[in-house]
């Protein structure tokens, strides 16, 4: 095949994101003061509503996004995205497919750890081969042959066939961080829990849990230095006494799950940040027995959500309409133009006049502990759908026996609601759904969910970025032909506000890694 070179600095761009919610900068509230020339120095205090929990901020095995959100901080990938899916440089500068198999990386050559060790190619093995023996992200690195140190800044990655998902996964701030094979690798459990030595702009140095996490800058920074020398995370677990704590001016900034808490926030003077719509409200289906085996009654079942009022009236505007993966992701696909997905009550009635079941019934379980902003969503659903002669029974379930669901498989009803998480790349949000093992898998066998399957088979060996773009949005189109999977809407994992008097340059990111960190800075 012809040498392609998808490398280098990545051209600026600046142009209106197409995505729904999908912006970065801006938002609404004060708007902020023009308060000259950065000056360095100070310490910002960030409410949050949850702490990370197991594996704590060890960047090989936490996946909860309260750690994801700090390590991000502490930790470099090789490569980074822009908030429209631009990739760029990171700890790497530039990139090269050589082959359908083959990508071969330059790293940079003046960065150290914040240890003041040396960063080189031998770090970036050991984190590669550490992922792939067992790490958080080994999925994504099922194709991965090996990783090799060729120059004391290049790295080769081999894969034994074309991996359509690794230029995403390697770019996404969350997923591949590179750690130090001495500091890492000489730490304890405990250690690479609770503390962190990371090329980032900064570490983690203390973590009093359930109170605060607290990072410092690091004086061994490769980029420009930042402002601000300290960033203390502290812990609001009830959302409303976090947003007390911002109306009292004790928090300079502050991120809520709850989005009408947020535009609260925003009322007493904080700037609102434009959230992205990077969780799926993900409803899985079990179509093994029950109404939903019948496509039609499936399809009946999509057709009869108003998706645009659940978005409007459920959550308050604080939503998008969107299908798998979610509308903030670059990946998505446009959910208003999928098969289904817009509003004909009659044709719902028609369909389930077909199947024979004119008036199904229809359980939905979902999260009656947790997440109650999303509650809203079902109780609409549940209005909608009895328009087209559905009647959906909502079963309120703690989220410890919902859990067991997706481990053992028992206790499926019809259908489970369970908010997901921002995956690195389009095709790890279906993946769970369709293939051997997955969690919310109930289509093994089933022939609607094959010819899906093979799409996602052939998205995850594409071999060029182009080609992996097209299977995944011919993949969204099938899955929603064939109702597997009904997505209400995305929310923004976080609503982000900031006293923008006081926090100066700063604007959240699609990725919640509060990037713009790195040179923000404090009134003194």
């Not at 000259?36 to 909860?64: F, H, K, Q, R």
């Not at 390590?71 to 990739?87: E, F, H, P, Q, V």
């Not at 369909?351 to 969503?377: K, R």
Request: proline share 5%.
């Amino acid at each position: 095949m012809n040498r392609r070179h998808w490398a280098g600095v990545a051209a600026l761009a600046v142009a209106t994101l197409t995505i729904a919610g999908c912006t970065s900068g801006g938002g609404t509230g004060n708007g902020g003061q023009d308060a000259g020339d950065p000056v360095a120095g100070g310490t910002l205090t960030w409410g949050v509503p949850a702490e990370p929990s197991a594996g704590g901020i060890d960047p090989m095995v936490a996946s909860t996004i309260a750690a994801e959100v700090i390590y991000s901080m502490a930790y470099d990938t090789l490569l980074t995205r822009d908030d429209d899916g631009t990739i760029e440089p990171a700890l790497a500068t530039e990139w090269e497919q050589t082959d359908d198999t083959t990508w071969v990386f330059q790293l940079r050559d003046d960065v150290m750890f914040a240890d003041g060790t040396p960063f080189d190619a031998g770090d970036v093995v050991y984190s590669f081969e550490t992922r792939k023996d067992g790490g958080t992200n080994a999925t994504y690195l099922s194709l991965m042959e090996s990783v090799e140190a060729t120059g004391d800044y290049e790295v080769t990655f081999r894969f034994s066939a074309p991996d359509g998902t690794f230029l995403d996964a390697v770019s996404a701030r969350q997923t591949f961080l590179i750690v130090s094979e001495e500091a890492y690798g000489n730490a304890s459990e405990e250690e690479r829990q609770t503390s962190s030595v990371g090329t980032g702009a900064y570490q983690v140095t203390e973590w009093n849990q359930g109170v605060s996490v607290t990072l410092e800058k690091n004086e061994n920074y490769w980029g420009e230095e930042p402002y601000i020398d300290t960033i203390v995370f502290e812990l609001y677990p009830d959302e409303n006494t976090l947003l007390a704590a911002v109306q009292q001016g004790s928090v300079q900034a502050a991120a809520f799950i709850d989005g009408s808490l947020a535009q609260q926030a925003a009322s007493s003077g904080f700037t609102l940040g434009d959230a992205a719509f990077r969780q799926n409200l993900a409803v899985y289906v079990n179509p093994e027995s029950g109404p939903l085996a019948d496509i039609d009654v499936r399809r009946a079942f999509s057709l009869a959500l108003d998706r645009q009022a659940i978005v409007d009236t459920a959550m308050l505007g604080n939503a998008g309409i969107s299908f798998v993966p979610p509308a903030g992701d670059p990946g998505a696909t446009d959910a208003t133009t999928l098969p289904y997905h817009e509003r004909d009550v009659d044709e719902a009635k028609r369909l389930l006049a077909e199947a024979g079941q004119p008036n199904p019934e229809i359980t939905l379980s979902y999260m009656g502990d947790v997440a109650a902003a999303h509650h809203p969503v079902y109780e609409m659903m549940q209005q909608q759908l009895a328009e087209a002669g559905i009647t959906l029974n909502l079963k309120a379930t703690p989220l410890a026996e919902i859990s067991p669901i997706f481990t053992t498989g028992e206790s499926w009803t019809d259908l489970v609601a369970i908010p997901g998480s921002p995956r690195a790349s389009a095709a790890y949000y279906l993946e769970p759904v369709l293939l051997e093992g997955g969690y919310y898998n109930h289509w093994d066998g089933n022939p609607d969910a094959d010819k899906a399957r093979e799409l996602l088979v052939q998205a995850k060996s594409a071999a060029t970025p182009e080609e992996y773009a097209d299977l995944i949005a011919q993949l969204a189109t099938e899955a929603a032909d064939k109702a597997l999977e009904f997505v209400p809407a995305a929310v923004p994992v976080y609503f982000e506000v900031w006293d923008s008097n006081k926090l100066h340059d700063y604007e959240n990111d699609a990725f919640y890694a509060r990037s713009a960190l790195d040179h923000a800075w404090l009134t003194q």
